[in-house]
Protein backbone atom coordinates (compact mmCIF):
# COMPACT_ATOMS: atom_id res chain seq x y z
CA UNK A 1 0.00 0.00 0.00
CA UNK A 2 1.67 3.33 -0.57
CA UNK A 3 2.17 6.03 1.50
CA UNK A 4 -0.12 7.99 0.26
CA UNK A 5 -3.11 5.33 0.26
CA UNK A 6 -5.88 6.79 2.96
CA UNK A 7 -6.24 3.70 5.30
CA UNK A 8 -8.66 3.08 7.78
CA UNK A 9 -9.36 1.34 11.08
CA UNK A 10 -11.91 -1.40 11.20
CA UNK A 11 -14.16 0.78 13.08
CA UNK A 12 -14.02 3.42 9.90
CA UNK A 13 -13.77 0.65 7.22
CA UNK A 14 -17.01 -1.28 9.46
CA UNK A 15 -19.02 2.22 8.99
CA UNK A 16 -18.11 3.08 5.48
CA UNK A 17 -19.07 -0.32 4.31
CA UNK A 18 -22.32 -0.64 5.88
CA UNK A 19 -21.14 -3.67 8.47
CA UNK A 20 -20.08 -4.67 11.82
CA UNK A 21 -16.49 -4.68 12.73
CA UNK A 22 -17.25 -8.49 13.41
CA UNK A 23 -18.37 -9.13 10.27
CA UNK A 24 -14.96 -7.59 8.79
CA UNK A 25 -13.19 -10.12 10.81
CA UNK A 26 -15.32 -12.74 10.10
CA UNK A 27 -15.26 -12.09 5.97
CA UNK A 28 -10.83 -12.05 6.75
CA UNK A 29 -11.02 -15.51 8.49
CA UNK A 30 -13.31 -17.22 5.63
CA UNK A 31 -11.01 -15.61 2.91
CA UNK A 32 -13.89 -13.56 0.99
CA UNK A 33 -11.69 -10.36 2.23
CA UNK A 34 -7.86 -10.28 2.25
CA UNK A 35 -6.38 -10.02 5.95
CA UNK A 36 -5.69 -6.43 6.46
CA UNK A 37 -1.89 -4.88 6.99
CA UNK A 38 -1.51 -4.44 10.12
CA UNK A 39 0.21 -1.35 12.49
CA UNK A 40 3.20 -1.87 14.43
CA UNK A 41 1.04 -1.50 17.62
CA UNK A 42 -1.02 -4.93 15.66
CA UNK A 43 -3.98 -2.28 14.53
CA UNK A 44 -5.64 -3.68 11.27
CA UNK A 45 -5.75 -0.32 8.83
CA UNK A 46 -8.26 -0.87 5.60
CA UNK A 47 -7.76 0.36 2.26
CA UNK A 48 -10.39 1.71 -0.27
CA UNK A 49 -9.62 -1.32 -2.20
CA UNK A 50 -10.46 -3.23 0.91
CA UNK A 51 -13.82 -1.63 1.52
CA UNK A 52 -14.20 -2.51 -2.56
CA UNK A 53 -13.83 -6.30 -1.90
CA UNK A 54 -16.66 -5.89 1.28
CA UNK A 55 -19.04 -4.20 -0.80
CA UNK A 56 -18.09 -7.06 -3.68
CA UNK A 57 -19.13 -9.85 -0.66
CA UNK A 58 -22.27 -7.77 0.51
CA UNK A 59 -23.70 -7.64 -2.77
CA UNK A 60 -22.67 -11.46 -4.08
CA UNK A 61 -24.64 -12.29 -0.66
CA UNK A 62 -27.76 -10.31 -1.31
CA UNK A 63 -27.73 -12.07 -4.59
CA UNK A 64 -27.79 -15.73 -2.93
CA UNK A 65 -23.74 -16.48 -3.43
CA UNK A 66 -22.76 -18.34 -0.10
CA UNK A 67 -19.33 -17.30 1.95
CA UNK A 68 -18.03 -20.81 1.07
CA UNK A 69 -18.16 -20.20 -2.47
CA UNK A 70 -17.53 -16.47 -2.47
CA UNK A 71 -14.25 -17.82 -0.73
CA UNK A 72 -13.28 -20.22 -3.76
CA UNK A 73 -13.87 -17.68 -5.97
CA UNK A 74 -11.01 -14.93 -4.68
CA UNK A 75 -8.74 -17.88 -3.55
CA UNK A 76 -8.80 -18.95 -7.33
CA UNK A 77 -8.05 -15.76 -8.42
CA UNK A 78 -5.29 -15.07 -6.08
CA UNK A 79 -3.91 -18.21 -7.63
CA UNK A 80 -4.14 -17.11 -10.99
CA UNK A 81 -7.08 -19.03 -12.03
CA UNK A 82 -9.80 -16.65 -12.87
CA UNK A 83 -13.36 -18.21 -11.65
CA UNK A 84 -15.41 -16.88 -14.13
CA UNK A 85 -16.73 -20.52 -15.43
CA UNK A 86 -17.38 -21.41 -12.11
CA UNK A 87 -18.97 -18.14 -11.27
CA UNK A 88 -21.43 -18.15 -14.05
CA UNK A 89 -22.27 -21.78 -13.23
CA UNK A 90 -23.23 -20.84 -10.02
CA UNK A 91 -24.83 -17.60 -10.90
CA UNK A 92 -27.22 -20.33 -13.30
CA UNK A 93 -27.71 -22.06 -10.29
CA UNK A 94 -29.19 -19.27 -7.98
CA UNK A 95 -31.26 -18.46 -11.29
CA UNK A 96 -32.85 -21.87 -11.11
CA UNK A 97 -33.18 -21.66 -7.37
CA UNK A 98 -34.87 -18.47 -7.84
CA UNK A 99 -37.12 -19.53 -10.59
CA UNK A 100 -38.27 -22.84 -8.15
CA UNK A 101 -39.18 -20.65 -5.17
CA UNK A 102 -40.88 -18.24 -6.99
CA UNK A 103 -43.07 -21.11 -9.18
CA UNK A 104 -43.95 -22.39 -5.15
CA UNK A 105 -44.83 -18.88 -4.31
CA UNK A 106 -47.22 -18.85 -7.13
CA UNK A 107 -48.38 -21.58 -6.28
CA UNK A 108 -48.63 -20.46 -2.42
CA UNK A 109 -50.55 -17.53 -3.61
CA UNK A 110 -52.96 -18.95 -5.60
CA UNK A 111 -53.49 -21.93 -2.65
CA UNK A 112 -54.08 -18.25 -0.48
CA UNK A 113 -56.15 -16.97 -3.04
CA UNK A 114 -58.56 -19.84 -3.23
CA UNK A 115 -58.45 -19.64 0.93
CA UNK A 116 -59.61 -16.53 1.18
CA UNK A 117 -62.46 -16.78 -1.14
CA UNK A 118 -63.58 -19.75 1.02
CA UNK A 119 -62.94 -17.84 4.47
CA UNK A 120 -65.22 -15.10 2.70
CA UNK A 121 -67.63 -17.26 2.22
CA UNK A 122 -67.67 -19.07 5.31
CA UNK A 123 -67.61 -15.28 7.20
CA UNK A 124 -70.63 -14.36 5.00
CA UNK A 125 -72.60 -17.12 6.36
CA UNK A 126 -71.25 -17.16 10.03
CA UNK A 127 -73.13 -14.85 12.37
CA UNK A 128 -71.76 -11.92 13.80
CA UNK A 129 -69.90 -12.95 16.97
CA UNK A 130 -70.19 -16.64 16.01
CA UNK A 131 -66.66 -18.46 15.66
CA UNK A 132 -65.74 -19.22 12.10
CA UNK A 133 -63.04 -21.38 12.45
CA UNK A 134 -61.34 -20.47 9.17
CA UNK A 135 -58.05 -21.91 10.50
CA UNK A 136 -59.61 -25.23 10.52
CA UNK A 137 -59.88 -24.78 6.20
CA UNK A 138 -56.00 -24.72 6.24
CA UNK A 139 -55.01 -27.41 3.47
CA UNK A 140 -52.30 -29.37 5.42
CA UNK A 141 -50.50 -29.84 2.59
CA UNK A 142 -49.83 -25.98 1.89
CA UNK A 143 -46.22 -24.27 2.22
CA UNK A 144 -45.30 -21.51 3.53
CA UNK A 145 -45.61 -18.41 1.48
CA UNK A 146 -42.97 -16.77 3.17
CA UNK A 147 -39.73 -17.58 1.75
CA UNK A 148 -37.03 -18.51 3.92
CA UNK A 149 -34.11 -15.77 3.68
CA UNK A 150 -30.63 -17.20 3.75
CA UNK A 151 -29.08 -15.12 6.25
CA UNK A 152 -24.97 -14.08 5.98
CA UNK A 153 -22.59 -14.68 8.00
Known sequence: ???HDRTFTIKEA?????VSADTIRHYERVGVVRRAPRTDGGYRR??????????????????GFSLKELAVFFDSREKGRPPC?????????LLQE???QLEELTQARATMATLLAEWDTRLA???AGSPAHLLSLLPATARSARPRPRLPR
Open 98 to 100: MDR
Open 46 to 63: YSESALAEIAIVRSALRF
Open 1 to 3: MAM
Open 14 to 18: AVRAG
Open 125 to 127: RTP
Open 85 to 93: AAVRAAGGR
